[in-house]
């Protein structure tokens, strides 16, 4: 059996390795279609609560303007959807991983206006934060957080290998997005992804 765990993880390694190097050396050409973010972040939140049943940790989804909504309006972005969901995906089971039991995960999302120039006007930015109650991260490590391999100093009694985040930073900067981790004030910590809405 443990044999078999082990197996599980070196395949699970080899292909997170493997989809990391293609994004990295830009083999990987992105294929963009119109993706409805609200859909994706809903059944991101919908799995992601699956999987935190087991420390009684909530994910919750607040679209945008939600409150007398039953289901939010479409969301849309150019993107290639199975990339956006599994860079996305990776930073909420990253959440979940470091949450302690019985909290915590909000899911958001607003929209920024970005001034250009005279001439090419005002484009908007869709901004996704995922918000946890961990421990947060050491300052220090804030900027390397995103690079392959790298542990933060807090995660010695998690498993994982450190390429999860390096994933989704690699998918966003191909959308011509970005992505940052910020410490909260009232603890834990939040991933703020912004991304380009379709014009």
């Given at each position: 059996?443990?044999?078999?765990?082990?197996?599980?993880?070196?395949?699970?390694?080899?292909?997170?390795?493997?989809?990391?190097?293609?994004?990295?050396?830009?083999?990987?050409?992105?294929?963009?279609?119109?993706?409805?973010?609200?859909?994706?972040?809903?059944?991101?939140?919908?799995?992601?609560?699956?999987?935190?049943?087991?420390?009684?940790?909530?994910?919750?989804?607040?679209?945008?303007?939600?409150?007398?909504?039953?289901?939010?309006?479409?969301?849309?972005?150019?993107?290639?959807?199975?990339?956006?969901?599994?860079?996305?995906?990776?930073?909420?089971?990253?959440?979940?991983?470091?949450?302690?039991?019985?909290?915590?995960?909000?899911?958001?999302?607003?929209?920024?206006?970005?001034?250009?120039?005279?001439?090419?006007?005002?484009?908007?930015?869709?901004?996704?934060?995922?918000?946890?109650?961990?421990?947060g991260v050491a300052e220090s490590e804030l900027e390397t957080i995103f690079q392959a391999?790298?542990?933060?100093?807090?995660?010695?009694?998690?498993?994982?290998?450190?390429?999860?985040?390096?994933?989704?930073?690699?998918?966003?900067?191909?959308?011509?997005?970005?992505?940052?981790?910020?410490?909260?004030?009232?603890?834990?910590?939040?991933?703020?992804?912004?991304?380009?809405?379709?014009?």
């Open positions: 059996m443990r044999r078999e765990r082990e197996s599980e993880r070196m395949d699970s390694l080899v292909g997170e390795l493997l989809e990391l190097s293609r994004l990295e050396s830009g083999v990987m050409k992105i294929e963009k279609e119109a993706v409805d973010l609200n859909e994706l972040l809903l059944a991101t939140a919908e799995d992601a609560s699956f999987e935190g049943m087991a420390k009684n940790i909530t994910v919750e989804y607040k679209a945008l303007g939600e409150e007398s909504q039953l289901v939010p309006a479409p969301l849309m972005l150019a993107a290639q959807q199975d990339l956006l969901h599994r860079a996305i995906d990776n930073v909420v089971r990253n959440a979940l991983k470091y949450s302690p039991n019985e909290s915590r995960i909000t899911i958001t999302t607003l929209i920024e206006s970005v001034a250009l120039n005279v001439i090419t006007g005002v484009s908007k930015n869709v901004v996704v934060t995922v918000s946890d109650s961990g421990s391999f790298f542990r933060g100093s807090n995660t010695h009694s998690a498993d994982g290998h450190g390429v999860g985040l390096a994933i989704a930073k690699q998918v966003i900067d191909a959308h011509g997005g970005t992505i940052v981790e910020i410490n909260r004030p009232e603890g834990g910590l939040s991933v703020v992804i912004k991304l380009p809405l379709q014009a």
